[in-house]
């Protein structure tokens, strides 16, 4: 009887949780008071900051995770989208505000590293890196996890969004001007997602035309895709 009735719970929550998603334009103190009882629940955090990105309430988010992280201080996906919704103000400030938010994003994102070392907090504090100006020194940094989010994925059951590591990691070698290892890394990325465009194009430019591509890659006045729904949305 307490299986059953276990299983029922955990239908109705389900079904209750989908219907909240499927809602147009649900409110966000809606969407924030379910997570602040569910503050792990990646899926509704990213619909919440969907949701945020389409109002333009970035600061509104901030104070939000900021809470939800002091009230929940071992949350690794918690941190993970107080770090993303940091990302997602980036391009509406100007250059040292920029340089703000992305240094508490990282802080944000590490934290997610030290609380629960997965892929996609290393691939995600990796790619971060990977924005800085060369000034800071930080690409080797990048390399670094998204060395570790390769090998992750290598024990893992393949996945369609893994194909996005092989590129951000041989970016990173290409801004660590490890240009045999870059596209070594994206030939290899090629051989396991032969339909990735993105892979392809780099493979294929030449390096003038890869300067051009990767600069504008990591142009920090252009939105960063911070949409996480490809984790659960591919097969």
Partial sequence: MKRTRLVLTLIATTLAFQQLLAADGPALAELENHLANDPENLQLANAYRRSIIESGEYDRALRFFARLVETHTVAANAYLSYGFAHVDKIPTVGAVTQVVLAGAALSAFTRAV??????????????????????????????????????????????????????????????????????????????????????????????????????????????????LSPLWNEP
């Fill in 114 to 227: 030290e609380l629960r070392p997965s892929w996609i907090a290393y691939y995600t504090r990796g790619s971060s890196y990977l924005f800085w100006p060369k000034i800071f020194g930080r690409a080797p940094l990048g390399v670094a996890d998204l060395e570790e989010a390769l090998r992750i994925q290598q024990r893992e059951p393949k996945r369609p969004y893994h194909v996005r590591t092989f590129l951000a990691l041989g970016d990173g070698y290409w801004k660590v001007e490890q240009y045999d290892r870059a596209r070594a890394t994206w030939e290899q990325g090629l051989k396991q997602f032969p339909e990735s465009e993105a892979l392809r194009a780099r493979i294929t430019a030449d390096a003038g035309r890869l300067a051009v591509m990767l600069d504008a890659a990591f142009d920090p006045t252009r939105r960063v895709d911070t949409d």
